[in-house]
């Protein structure tokens, strides 16, 4: 029975991770899958995967009523910073014909490489972000668990892009694609909610 407890978490995450990538393809497939489609409009797959990922980690988090609305308020507020990060690096990266060249043209170079390429500097934040929210919170968060979850995440997109070449996955096997397909999904909301069992486990 105890051993049975202690898998619960894992288990669970494991289903979660599973599930939010579904409901991310789900919307894809349903709006279309040809080309940049997918990036042009919100995707309601991810406040819905964010409010599912907040229900499973309060059930792991021991706070009284007020610090518990605080933090998840603040698991919002990064949350959306996160989103609109990620979202402005996919429109300048996807830019393209009249408004593409003014873009080129109106912004200096430096500024809009860097935008673009914050797809992938962001990424380690992500983690890092939820560690020191339940830091703030005093929750005690395992730094092993964050240096797995960074490591888990980073390693996630090569691994990613792998298995769409395996499968032959349409579109291509990048990035981009492990993105829009939903695989790549499923990695990161595992490897940030290490950071909620290590935390469990370390209590």
């Known amino acids: 029975m105890k ?4 898998k619960s978490p894992i288990i669970s995450l494991f ?20 080309g940049l489609t997918w990036v042009a409009y919100f995707h309601l797959a991810i406040p819905t995967g964010f409010c599912l990922f907040l229900t499973w980690a309060n059930f792991f988090v ?20 996160i989103y609109y990060v990620l979202e402005t690096s996919l429109y300048y990266n996807f830019a393209s014909g009249p408004l593409g060249f ?12 860097l ?21 703030l919170f005093r929750l005690e968060p395992n730094r092993k668990f964050l240096i797995i979850s960074i490591i888990s995440i980073v390693i ?3 691994l990613s892009v792998l298995m769409l070449e395996i499968s032959n996955h349409k579109g291509g096997h990048d990035l981009i694609h492990s993105i ?24």
């Open 156 to 158: 996630s997109i090569p």
């Open 102 to 113: 003014l873009l080129v043209m109106e912004i200096p170079e430096w500024k809009l490489n």
């Open 15 to 34: 289903v979660l991770s599973i599930l939010v990538g579904l409901i991310w393809r789900m919307e894809v497939e349903y709006h279309g899958w040809a």
């Open 62 to 81: 021991k706070l009284d009523l007020k610090k518990r609305i605080l933090i998840n308020s603040i698991s919002l507020i990064y949350g959306l910073i």
């Open 115 to 135: 935008i673009r390429f914050s797809l992938l500097l962001i990424i380690p934040f992500i983690p890092l972000g939820a560690f020191l929210i339940l830091k």
């Open 180 to 203: 829009k397909s939903g695989i790549l999904i499923p990695f990161w909301v595992y490897s940030v909610g290490l950071l909620i069992i290590g935390k469990r486990t370390k209590n």
């Open 3 to 6: 051993k049975m407890r202690e």
